[in-house]
């Protein structure tokens, strides 16, 4: 049954319970669960951490705590009932468990350790506290061990700063706000300040002194191990002081036995003494432990004959020291004993006995002997601190061991009152004794004794050291043969007072000898007396003693036989008629030297004192032994202070008259120098004799007599030193006066009650007197005035023992009063009397209500005055922290009301206005007046604002309405409103206080708002309508705003914790200021509001930024008003939007604000704009800055992060967009275009930097128009600022290597300077533009590739958020750098594995998805391309550049596929992208605006591959019959080869088959006319060839005459297979037919690629070297080009690929090829760089596989057709095969789009770009041709070896090398086909310029080879001949490719004839490193026209569809993969 619980409350969770049963509650060790009801081994109740989640738990699994319950019932509270700080312990230590596995993770090492050991010591110490078994001061001590550690953890972790009182946390309830703001900085500096701080708090009320804390050392020995002496041992304890070189303490003995053990059995582990009365002073000597030990025994330890058994000697044997300074911090942490061990050395020498301790401590190793062992003297040490009679009662097992008491020699610090002492302290030093005739010298032995005047030992009056009873008689040890034995022994003689006069020490001196008798010889002696004749004692110095000659015979029994005799010099020059007849004879050379030390309570070495003492002996002589009072030393006055305070009050009731003043001058003395710091710490002596000695009932009538007659006579005297004295004695004369009435009352019932009270009167009546003085014209009377002031207050308690408060309280007041104000008296003076008041506000008086009432107002009257004038700041502001402190206290009991009233009336404005003047005064950093200490303006600044703050504080409604109704006039009324706002504001600005005193920060915070609260009635009441002041109520606004905005108020970046602490106490301070805004806003007219438009915009908005909802919700409609009252008064509310978006704009970019904010703030203002007649613009408007922060959040975001520069840039163009073209502000847009640029350039995208400024230079104008400074641009004219700026976007265009953008730019320039005849100028500018001409022709340029990227997910950016971009590569990056570089921007993001558009759920889910292919670019300047004379170089940059649409094209079957010819059902889908902006342009990406799709039909692109390639070889064999190619027919054999090679093997016939069909053109009588067309393309081309082979006939080389007969043999029966279809080809040119050619070798050189952009391609994978075709070819041929590009893959062992790989990755299939690869293009000529073409043989290592060719069979075993393949390796072709047509086989060119160029139109054939092998299956008849019978149909490539394939490349190279040389370079000037090296450091793979499937652009434009550099090769240059003279070797291994050369992109449209050249000489041969060949200049880029080709479908949109990375295996429709299937399996038929 369930029950609720009566004392289990509340428990601690020890044991984790995961609460799997049923309504089971899972707890976590460690936390706090609160208990509700209890069931049989249960409890249920609830978590601390979730109070709203309550459950069940085991009862075992909790420790129950003591609580206190509130609020009994269900809704009950129970509090934990423990000690504050381990409360404070438990939740710091929970805090900063999570902080500290942090800095583990920010790898901040030594801090986590260091933490960590701070919290296990907290743990221990929490532990001791909790454990209940310490004692007070125990408890303590721990306290403040555990808040140091807090403190230390909290700083060094950043968090807040706890304020302490007595190692607890303040309540800031409690106390002041000044206070507060000290707790704060002593808690800084550390705890025992704060410690101290409370110590100095406790005892303010005037208390004199504070007695220093005395140390005692607890020393115990606990053995002497190993001790070998085997002999008694006397050990010798004492301190010793190595500064001074002298013992500082008695000594501490212990008698040991031969064994170890104590002698006194009773003493078995009792061996113990306390050093006591150690002072601070002594703890900071070079302190050591010294310990002599003394052994008893034989003379020789080792000699048994030296001297028999039974006589003993007392023998030196070693010595032990231990530094103080090295262990004394460690026992004083300690509060037990700690063990040591000392090592007992032993002397080398006994004459340095004395000083062995000393050199021990010096380490004069020499002069000791180590011991054998380690071990020795094992003593334990403990310091103790505190009264003895704290420490007897605290240590009671330390008495009761019976310690020895071991004290200083000398006095303690403080020598109380009743501490009867006499001890004199006897060092026997050394002597000086003759040898007495012996050969060797004595061994003396000194007994001393102490005797009586009659002759009588003093029994028991000497002391070896404590530990040890007296003694009669001390021998001294015996240093072996040393007649000037150095003993240093001290003895202390504790006489009695009563026997010291009269006796007298006695020496007496004995040899000892070591012979058998032992017997030892007295031979003299000395003596000396202990008191002189005067009474005075033995003097503290050293004694030379007469030693006097006697035997064992003489007799000592009357002493007066030799005390009469002279004991020393000075006695003997006393005395000098001695008769030398008496008994005792001098030893002239013999002495004695002894030291004596009194330390004496009565007995006195001074004779003033003493004569003082006994002043009743000689009374006649009083007054010059008071007068000689003075010369007494301040020691012997302190030590007898009670009895010469006994004897002036006895003479002064001996006779008041005569010696009254002569007493009253002794008592001033003595009081004064007690004030002396020396002697400072008597003064409770002083105060001790007051309260229970003092006697004199009658001397109060004389010491005010004396007094007031001094205070009367300051005016009069020049001489004021005794009145100065007699000021100073103030306090002490005023407690002898008190304590004398009371004594004399009590003596006599009260008599005289009314004489004493007006003889006070009448005294203060005198000091009032004084006071009122003017000093200014005497220094003197300052001084007087000083010291009276200082002693002052030091009378108040005095005066309360007979006076009421009231009473006392009227005396001050007059007294202060009468004191001038500060404009009269001088700076020194100023200090004295604020002192003054600050001890009287510090006095127990003021704490009196009644008393402060009366003293209040003239204490605020003197601040006032000084705060007004800036004076004594510090000081004013420390009596103003007292005076609120007290108040503050004092209202927590009664009420304050009237105290406030009047601190308001005097020092509100006062103290703000000097908080004004200070906070001004701080930020200049100036000094301020007053500052007497080297505290910083911070620190007033601190101390005034805790003033203010705690003023305020105390004020309550009432108090504020009297301050509001005092004001006489609304001028004041704003006075005061606006500096009170003023101050507010700095302190909010200024950071008064630092960041951690959150504690601090927020009571400020509160004492602001509620102020606030309370002031602004006033304003509205008394400045709105007529009396409106912008002034006050701007103020009022800014101090709202910026207090919303505090750091230390924005709760959402605190912990959960620290947040609900402070909302319990405060609650949301920013929600209550944002009402009290909103309400005053309210408020004020509307006519007014228009006043803070468009001023408060923008703060306004700043605090609607805060992230805060409830703010946001206060404050978001007052924008609606502001565009109301606008749109009232103007009709729009053109500033509230402008405004609005500039600080939107500036204060998001510093991180304020969200999405939240955003929605929030189009929801508020959209609902209230609903109901308005304007609403139309005010939605648009509201929508607008909606958008606006969507940008401004993106852009935020990217740039506070690591976020890569593309994001970056991308989020700032659209900014910059968005700027310019939605909202119009010209300044922020020009803003960010600086913006844009800068990053830019960071990036080094320079082209992209140029086109961002020039922006801005199309802002301008040329006009003279000043402009203002901006940015960082200085004050100039428009003219200016655009000149400055074309001069660097034009270098920027330079940087970028656009010259042709920078050239119109130069044109510009120069018209200007032209207009001007600036001629310098302009000629700089023409020779600019004339460089950049040549740079175009001669620098490499590199062509980067295009990518489309779309973004999709509404995890993206707003700015890229399900949209499309087309992005501009680097350089060097293929598709798969790029999918990698997008996916390193957005690793959250996902590649999309298809290239199909995402469908809405995509769209909308809360992901990211990347869909990334490659684009070709579709030029817009066609017109250029088409230009037969253009450069190659030229063009190029006009198909990359300007372009805005680019294409992909997909290949897909339509309807049914057909096995035998997949050319029927083969289409295009090509897709058109249309950006918002051309590339290159501000950014690298821009969006897609528009997309574009459309298919081609399978006829059509038979059309286009055919009219492509017709005008292509039309063009070439132009230029050779023009001689524009002269000398090499490379070009043109492989374009014929190609062409006839492929229709020979089918090209031409699969279009035959697939569209000249019967059935074909019956069921597609639309297309009738299109095939009319491509029966009229192929009749042309057939005539092309036969023309070309005609001028192939005149010009090729005799070694090249075999390949010729083979051409024309193939024609032939190309011809021939076509004549049924296309009648007339018959009838063809005579020069075609049946020219006999010799056979020879195949051309030069076929590679599509220079062997160095092989090695750069080879690196790549197969996506991206797919990706390197960037377009199709337009020839006869058109898929083989792609192949190229995959047969690349293969030569870097990337052959792995099967064909479904190569058929994912879906090349394009834009060609219909009719003979689809045989027409090898020119771009295979001439396309290695010249260091391999010109070099006469390959390197060695390739020979062998050169000759390798040999084994292959000759061509002419090849059948005469080529449609009769042979068979291969397993049905695959060999490697040599797939090396050859990498190499050999062009890129072939389909779609002849008149528009596009050769290079633009290369997309790869459909049905054969689906696998790699599709190409090699249509090159197989020509490389069959040449080879022989090596070639079969293709199939899908498999795994070859690299190795393998290497050695055929070589070999068909070594076979084709010696053929004729090359063609001059120059002739491929206008070639259609130019191939070109690309710059070094070119990334691309490009095959043929040509495009893949993946990869956008290849090489960037660039000229023929004669225009290529070759210096630049990553190779060094081969010396090389022309290429006219040798034979070109193009061919090259894998490891061979070095240079990245590219490939050129070609133009097709040269015009049929053309005009002969002059040719300037070839310079395609290497140049040197670094040298550009100079080109004839070009001129400008011709105007485009339009070609022929109507009806083409452009090339650029024959691109394939690319598939993103991370694709294995792309997802294709079910109709493709029906299409795949069917083409597979024609392959294999085929």
Not at 469 to 493: A, C, D, M, Q, T
Not at 1555 to 1581: N, V
Request: glycine content about 4%; overall charge neutral; aromatic content about 8%.
């Amino acid at each position: 049954m369930w029950s609720p619980t009566e004392e289990e409350k509340i428990g601690v969770v020890i044991c984790s319970f995961r609460g799997s049963v049923s309504q089971g509650l899972s707890l976590e060790i460690g936390e706090t669960v609160q208990i509700l009801e209890k069931c049989e081994g249960w409890y249920r109740g609830f978590s601390t951490k979730k109070p709203t989640v309550k459950g069940i738990f085991p009862t075992n699994y909790i420790h129950l705590k003591k609580g206190i319950v509130s609020n009994s019932g269900q809704y009950e509270t129970v509090a934990l009932l423990e000690d504050s700080i381990v409360t404070e312990v438990t939740s710091t230590l929970q805090e900063w468990a999570f902080l500290w596995k942090q800095l583990y993770v920010k790898n901040k090492v030594d801090l986590f350790y260091k933490l960590r050991h701070v919290m296990n010591e907290l743990f221990d110490l929490r532990r001791q506290l909790l454990s209940g078994h310490l004692t007070q001061d125990q408890i303590r001590d721990v306290k403040r061990h555990i808040t140091v550690r807090l403190d230390w953890g909290n700083e060094h972790l950043g968090l807040d700063l706890v304020p302490r009182k007595e190692f607890e946390m303040a309540d800031a309830e409690q106390i002041s706000v000044s206070d507060l703001y000290k707790m704060h900085l002593s808690s800084r500096h550390s705890v025992q300040q704060s410690t101290s701080q409370g110590d100095s708090m406790r005892q303010c009320h005037g208390e004199a002194c504070r007695i220093p804390i005395p140390h005692h050392l607890f020393l115990n020995l606990k053995s002497f191990t190993y001790n070998t002496i085997g002999e008694d041992t006397d050990v010798f304890f004492s301190l010793f002081d190595m500064r001074e070189g002298k013992q500082i303490s008695e000594r501490f003995v212990v008698k040991l036995n031969k064994n170890g053990g104590p002698k006194n059995p009773d003493k078995i582990d009792r061996l113990c003494a306390l050093f006591t009365d150690l002072s601070n002073r002594d703890m900071k000597r070079d302190l050591y432990i010294v310990s002599h030990v003394i052994r008893t025994g034989r003379m020789l330890l080792n000699d048994s004959k030296k001297g028999p058994a039974h006589v003993q000697y007392r023998r030196p044997y070693g010595c032990a020291v231990l530094s103080m300074s090295d262990i004394l911090q460690s026992i004083s942490e300690l509060k037990e004993e700690k063990d040591f061990v000392l090592k007992v050395y032993t002397c080398n020498n006994e004459n340095e006995w004395c000083q062995i301790h000393e050199n021990i401590i010096r380490k004069s190793s020499t002069k000791y002997t180590a011991p054998s062992t380690n071990y020795g003297l094992i003593i334990s040490l403990q310091l103790l601190r505190g009264e003895m009679e704290l420490i007897r009662r605290e240590n009671p097992m330390i008495f009761n061991r019976g310690v020895a008491v071991t004290r200083k020699l000398g006095f303690p610090d403080v020598i109380m009152p009743g501490d009867i002492r006499n001890d004199l302290y006897l060092i026997l030093e050394r002597g000086d004794f003759e040898r007495g005739g012996k050969s060797v010298q004595k061994n003396i032995e000194v007994t001393v004794y102490v005797l009586y005047a009659d002759g009588e030992i003093l029994k028991d009056c000497i002391s070896l050291g404590s530990g040890e009873p007296n003694v009669s008689e001390h021998r001294s040890f015996v240093l072996y043969h040393n007649n000037s034995p150095r003993w240093g022994e001290i003895i202390k003689l504790p006489i009695p007072v009563d026997r010291f006069r009269g006796s007298h020490l006695r020496f007496e001196f004995r040899h000892c000898s070591t012979k058998d008798k032992g017997e030892k010889k007295l031979f003299g002696f000395a003596f000396t007396p202990l008191m002189r004749e005067d009474g005075t004692t033995l003097s503290d110095e050293s004694h030379e003693l007469y030693v006097y000659k006697c035997d064992e015979n003489s007799t000592f029994s009357n002493q007066a036989l030799y005390l009469g005799l002279p004991c020393s010099k000075e006695d003997f020059n006393g005395c000098p008629n001695i008769p030398s007849s008496l008994i005792f004879q001098r030893s002239a050379k013999e002495m004695l030297w002894i030291s004596t030390q009194l330390s004496s309570t009565k007995l006195t070495q001074n004779v003033d004192l003493l004569a003082l003492l006994k002043w009743k002996a000689h009374p006649d002589r009083l007054m010059d032994i008071l007068g000689r009072l003075r010369h007494v030393s301040g020691e012997e006055i302190v030590k007898f202070l009670q009895d010469i305070l006994d004897t002036l009050f006895s003479i002064l009731d001996d006779n008041t008259d005569k010696y009254g003043p002569l007493v009253f001058q002794s008592l001033v003395f003595i009081i004064n120098l007690l004030r002396d710091s020396k002697y400072y710490h008597f003064r409770p002596v002083m105060d001790t004799y007051i309260q229970k000695h003092f006697a004199g009932a009658l001397a109060y009538k004389e010491l005010i007599h004396c007094l007031k007659w001094y205070m009367d006579r300051s005016a009069e005297v020049i001489r004021q030193d005794h009145i100065q004295e007699a000021m100073r004695a103030l306090e002490y004369l005023f407690k002898f006066i008190v304590q004398s009435r009371i004594l004399y009352s009590r003596a006599t019932c009260g008599m005289e009650e009314d004489q004493f009270r007006m003889s006070i009167q009448e005294l203060f009546q005198s000091i009032r007197f004084v006071l009122s003085l003017d000093s200014r014209s005497s220094e003197t009377l300052i001084f007087t005035q000083a010291a009276l002031l200082n002693s002052f207050p030091t009378i108040f308690d005095e005066l309360l023992q007979m006076f009421t408060v009231q009473e006392v309280a009227e005396f001050v007041r007059g007294t202060l009063g009468s004191m001038p104000s500060t404009v009269h008296i001088g700076q020194s003076m100023d200090v004295v009397k604020l002192q003054s008041i600050a001890r009287t506000v510090d006095s127990r008086l003021f704490s009196f209500p009644e008393s402060r009432r009366i003293l209040l107002p003239v204490v605020l009257h003197h601040i006032h005055l000084h705060l007004r004038q800036q004076k004594e700041l510090l000081i004013c502001s420390g009596i103003l922290s007292s005076i609120f402190s007290i108040i503050k206290t004092s209202s927590l009991e009664t009420s304050v009301q009237e105290e406030v009233e009047m601190m308001v009336e005097s020092l509100l404005d006062v103290l703000l206005q000097t908080l004004l003047t200070i906070m001004s005064k701080s930020q200049s950093q100036e000094a301020v007046r007053g500052q007497r200490c080297p505290q910083c303006t911070a620190e007033i600044t601190g101390e005034y604002v805790s003033c203010l703050l705690s003023l305020l504080r105390q004020m309550s409604e009432i108090h504020y309405q009297h301050l509001l109704d005092n004001f006489q006039s609304k001028e004041e009324l704003k006075e005061f409103l606006l500096k009170i706002f003023c101050v507010f504001r700095n302190l909010m600005k200024l950071s008064i206080f630092p960041r951690d005193w959150m504690v601090m920060r927020l009571l400020t915070s509160n004492v602001i708002v509620t102020t606030a609260q309370y002031l602004s009635p006033a304003l509205h009441k008394n400045f709105t309508e007529a009396d409106f002041d912008f002034k006050v109520w701007n103020s009022y606004f800014s101090l709202a705003v910026l207090y919303i905005n505090q750091p230390s108020l924005q709760l959402e970046t605190l912990t959960p914790s620290k947040r609900k602490k402070i909302l319990d106490k405060y609650g949301d301070m920013r929600v209550m200021m944002a009402y009290e805004l909103f309400s005053m806003w309210q408020n004020l007219a509307g006519e007014n509001k228009i006043h803070f438009i468009p001023g408060m915009i923008g703060p306004f908005l700043g605090v609607t930024l805060v992230p805060q909802t409830e703010v946001r919700s206060i404050m978001i409609p007052i924008f609606h008003d502001m565009m109301d009252w606008e749109q009232r008064k103007n009709g729009n509310f053109k500033q509230v939007e402008a405004e609005l978006i500039d600080k939107l704009d500036s204060l998001v970019s510093e991180g304020k604000g969200d999405e939240n904010y955003r929605e929030l703030f189009s929801l508020l203002l959209l609902e209230k704009i609903e109901q308005e007649t304007w609403r139309e613009t005010g939605v648009s408007f509201v929508t607008s800055v909606t958008r606006l922060m969507e940008r401004l959040l993106d852009y935020r975001d990217c740039m506070k992060g690591d976020e890569t520069e593309n994001k970056k840039i991308g989020c700032t163009v659209n900014l910059l967009n968005f700027y310019k073209s939605e909202i119009n502000k010209e300044e922020m847009y020009i803003r960010y275009i600086h913006k844009l640029c800068d990053m830019h350039l960071q990036a080094e995208n320079y082209t992209e930097a140029a086109f961002t400024l020039l922006l801005y230079w199309e802002l301008l104008h040329w006009e003279d128009r000043p402009l203002r400074e901006f940015l960082h641009y200085p004050t100039q004219s428009e003219w200016q600022r655009k000149e400055g700026l074309c001069r660097k976007v034009i270098h920027y265009f330079n940087k970028g290597k656009c010259w042709e953008y920078g050239i119109p730019l130069c044109r510009e320039l120069a018209s200007q300077y032209e207009a001007l005849y600036d001629y310098q100028s302009l000629s700089w500018i023409r020779k600019m533009e004339a460089a950049y001409y040549d740079n175009i022709m001669e620098q490499q340029r590199l062509e980067p590739e295009f990518f489309r990227v779309g973004f999709y997910g509404r995890k993206f950016p707003f700015f890229l958020r399900n949209k499309e971009f087309v992005c501009r590569g680097h350089d060097y990056e293929r598709l798969e750098a790029f999918q990698q570089r997008m996916l390193g921007e957005f690793p959250q993001a996902i590649a999309m594995q298809h290239p199909n558009q995402p469908d809405e759920t995509i769209l909308q889910c809360d992901a990211q998805y990347l869909q990334i292919y490659a684009v070709t670019p579709i030029p817009e300047n066609a017109d250029v391309l088409q230009m037969d004379r253009v450069p190659e170089r030229i063009k190029s940059f006009y198909r990359i550049n300007n372009v805005h649409r680019f294409r992909y094209d997909r290949p897909f079957h339509k309807g049914p596929k057909d096995r035998d010819n997949e050319f029927k059902s083969l289409w295009i889908e090509r897709t058109t992208l249309i950006l918002t902006r051309p590339l290159p342009g501000i950014s690298r990406w821009f969006e897609v605006e528009k997309r574009e799709v459309v298919e081609v039909s399978p006829l059509e692109n038979g059309i286009y591959v055919v009219e492509n390639k017709n005008h292509e070889l039309r063009t070439l064999i132009c230029q050779y019959q023009h001689k524009q190619l002269h000398g090499n027919i490379n070009l043109l054999s492989m374009c014929l080869n190609g062409m006839i090679d492929a229709a020979v093997n089918g090209g031409i016939a699969r279009y035959q088959e697939a569209f000249f069909d019967k059935d074909y053109i019956t069921s597609h009588p639309e297309d009738a006319e299109k095939i009319t067309q491509l029966k009229q393309l192929m009749q042309e081309q057939v005539h092309i060839l036969g023309v070309g082979l005609a001028v192939h006939e005149k010009l090729v080389h005799p070694e090249m005459r075999p390949l010729h007969k083979k051409l024309i043999d193939q024609f032939q029966m190309m011809r021939s297979s076509l004549c049924h279809t296309l009648p007339g080809l018959e009838k063809i040119s005579p020069a075609c037919s049946g020219a006999s050619t010799p056979r020879g070798s195949i051309l030069v050189s076929h590679s599509p690629l220079s062997p160095e952009s092989i090695k750069l391609v080879h690196r790549h994978s197969p996506l991206n070297l797919l990706g390197s075709i960037r377009h199709s070819s337009s020839s006869l041929s058109s898929h083989t080009s792609s192949e190229t590009g995959n047969l690349i893959i293969l030569t870097d062992g990337l052959v792995g690929e099967t064909s479904d790989d190569i058929y994912r990755m879906q090349a394009s299939p834009s060609s219909s090829s009719l003979s689809s690869t045989h027409s090898a293009p020119s771009q295979m000529i001439n396309s290695a760089p010249s260091s391999a073409r010109g070099s006469p043989s390959l390197p060695d290592k390739y020979r062998h596989n050169r000759e390798m060719i040999m084994l292959l069979p000759p061509h002419r075993d090849r059948p005469s057709s080529a449609m009769y393949p042979a068979m291969t390796e397993n049905g695959q072709p060999t490697n040599f095969q797939r090396a050859l047509i990498q190499q050999v086989i062009g890129p072939c060119k389909p779609c002849s789009d008149p528009n596009l160029s050769v290079a633009e139109k290369a997309v790869p054939t459909a049905p054969s770009s689906w696998s790699l092998d599709s190409g090699t299956r249509e090159a197989m008849p020509f490389l069959s041709a040449h080879v022989g019978s090596i070639m079969v149909p293709p199939v899908p490539p498999r795994t070859i070896p690299h190795g393998h394939f290497s050695m055929h490349f070589d070999a068909f190279h070594h076979q084709i090398s010696d053929l004729p040389p090359a063609l001059p370079a120059r002739s491929l000037r206008k070639s259609p086909l130019h191939p070109i090296p690309a710059s070094p450091t070119s990334p691309h793979s490009g095959l043929n310029g040509s495009s893949s499937t993946l990869s956008g652009s290849a090489s960037s434009g660039v000229s023929s080879l004669s225009d290529s550099n070759f210096g630049h090769s990553c190779e060094p240059p081969v010396h090389t001949d022309t290429m006219d003279s040798v034979p070109s070797q193009s061919w090259t291994t894998d490891e061979d490719m070095e240079s990245p050369y590219l490939p050129v992109r070609y133009s097709i449209s040269e015009p049929e004839v053309l005009e002969p050249m002059k040719l300037p000489p070839c310079r395609s041969h290497s140049a040197p490193s670094g040298v550009n060949p100079h080109h004839d200049p070009p001129t400008l880029p011709p105007k485009p026209y339009m070609g022929r080709g109507e009806g083409c479908i452009p090339e650029e949109e024959m691109r394939p569809r690319p598939m993103p990375r991370k694709i294995s295996q792309p997802l294709l429709s079910c109709k493709e993969e029906q299409a795949k299937v069917a083409w597979e399996h024609g392959i294999k038929e085929e």
